[in-house]
């Protein structure tokens, strides 16, 4: 399957590579399942990769995201482009395919063999999303998608990791979300390289665009030039108003960022987020491990609760004993 | 300053144990910093933490959260209780006082000396977000704050984490955000004790509390107690309609929850958060440190922006070399 089969261990990526939607999604649940088998392929699909254009989409909850989302795969099956998403719901325990609510509005393309939706949701204590949200991005890739679309529900500290993973970041606001200051978080703001006015036919967003357009002078000499672009999002057409000039503002973000000298160091921060993000999850599955061979975390924290214990001390004698 | 001198470290803990303000300011900022010192001082604070209640508050951006906030402040100062708040904002890079935009309002306590504000910020990133609110509201408590509430701007995985180490979990919402399905997510519900419909004078609020009630319909039998209660928090005052409701359905939460033979168990649960925190918070320290040692993440993540290597392979790598 790959050049060096020394390096690389081997796995039957075949017909992922060919683009098989079966073989795609059941290697999406290895990888949520965390199986060996799953990294096995993921090491011998990584040669295959770096073909696919990947957009964040984040927010506020309310502004219109799934909508945004919905007319932006519209917009690039017209142009005969295969799209591939992941919705991230860190408030959700359900992963799969469009269980969550909000999700079954994009049904309409589950009919469309060019377009693949998959939502990731929340397993366990420990997190380990935006570890599954890379790796499954990085499916989609492999399985030829030329737009991969990562739209996170909620607005965290998880979700701007997962931002940090995208080519191209894309924040979406509305007007007459209270207060602005509130609406827009400034390291929401840190990360985005287009900035969506949605519902742009509300009252206020005047106000709002003005007001992102201050947050944005106050930001480093270097990202000055993100685009503020307003839109109607009208669900399943790409005709929805400002569409096509979102994705002009994307292509335009594409060429400044990902072509040039900056690329490579560019480059290396999305890796490096990755990379953290691995190792994390790695860690604290290791750190599952040792404390199911000491009766679990339940029985450990037991010990705490009743006060025996503090917390401090057990930690470290956990971390210690890895 | 301990019984037992031999199982906890020396550390100068009485300034804190007399609520001194500087110092356990100056406690947090080493929390903050992640120095040694702090870890000695959390276990030595131990026995003497255990008496202040801990209330989450969550909910969407722009749902009015610190104005609830600032009501509850209000409320439980006229009862002569002294109230510490943690602000948790993982989309600002900035902690401390208060910087943060939001936080500005409640500058009306600043000069209470018995209300303590922090606003604690997302540092790096490996994260650890959750572990610094864990341990500054162990502080808190430790200083003698009857009352400590933790308010979460963001709306993600590790502030449902954080919600999961209060007494109480309160969950704001408001009338018009959208659709309710998007405005409050399954995973924020599954931590909420006491739902709050706040700005219940807009239009919308039969509707949303309605769609809440059906919500909590579908819960397991034991969680379908919560209490729904409507607000018009105005800031800066006790008698903001609903907030002596709001504090009333906290306590009826408390009799249920923490008194009797269930307390232990629930005890156990947040310990647990707070215990997987803490773990994932040192193990993250440790890959740290392995990383500056092979030149820092930056050079190991130009390794995988050039392709030469796959993040799988080279981070299955630094967590076996820990």
Chains 1, 2 share one sequence.
């Not at 099956?77 to 609510?101: K, N, Y």
């Not at 701007?160 to 703001?189: C, F, N, Y």
């Amino acid at each position: 399957m790959t050049d060096d089969p020394g390096k690389f261990p081997k796995a039957d990526i075949a017909p992922i590579l060919a683009g098989d939607v079966r073989a795609g999604a059941r290697l999406m649940r290895d990888i949520d399942d965390r199986r060996e088998t799953a990294m096995t392929a993921l090491k011998a699909l990584f040669p295959h990769t770096g073909k696919g254009y990947v957009i964040g989409i984040t927010g506020n909850p309310g502004a219109g995201k799934s909508t945004v989302v919905d007319a932006m795969i519209a917009h690039y099956r017209g142009l005969g482009e295969r799209v591939g998403v992941v919705c991230v719901d860190p408030t959700s325990p359900f992963s799969g395919g469009a269980i969550l609510g909000d999700r079954i509005r994009m049904q309409r393309h589950a009919l469309d063999p060019d377009v693949f939706i998959r939502s990731l949701a929340t397993r366990g204590h420990l997190g380990g999303l935006s570890r599954s949200t890379f790796d499954v991005a990085h499916v989609l890739d492999a399985m030829g998608y030329q737009r991969i679309l990562i739209e996170t529900v909620g607005v965290g500290q998880d979700e701007i990791e997962v931002m940090r993973a995208a080519h191209t970041t894309v924040v979406v606001t509305v007007p007459g979300l209270g207060d602005d200051i509130q609406a827009i978080k400034s390291g929401l703001l840190e990360v985005a390289d287009v900035l969506v006015v949605n519902k742009a036919d509300r009252e206020g967003a005047d106000r709002t665009e003005r007001d992102l357009m201050q947050m944005l002078d106050l930001r480093a000499a270097d990202r000055k030039d993100v685009q503020i672009v307003r839109t109607i999002a009208t669900r399943g057409t790409a005709e929805g108003s400002g569409i096509t000039e979102l994705a002009a503002s994307i292509e335009a973000h594409r060429e400044r960022a990902w072509t040039g000298p900056g690329a490579i160091e560019r480059g290396t921060v999305r890796a490096a987020a990755q990379l953290s993000e691995l190792i994390r999850a790695l860690l604290a599955d290791r750190a599952m491990r040792t404390m199911a061979a000491r009766g679990g975390l339940t029985e450990i924290a037991h010990a705490v609760a009743e006060r025996r214990e503090d917390p401090w001390t057990l930690a470290e004698s956990i971390v210690a004993s890895l």
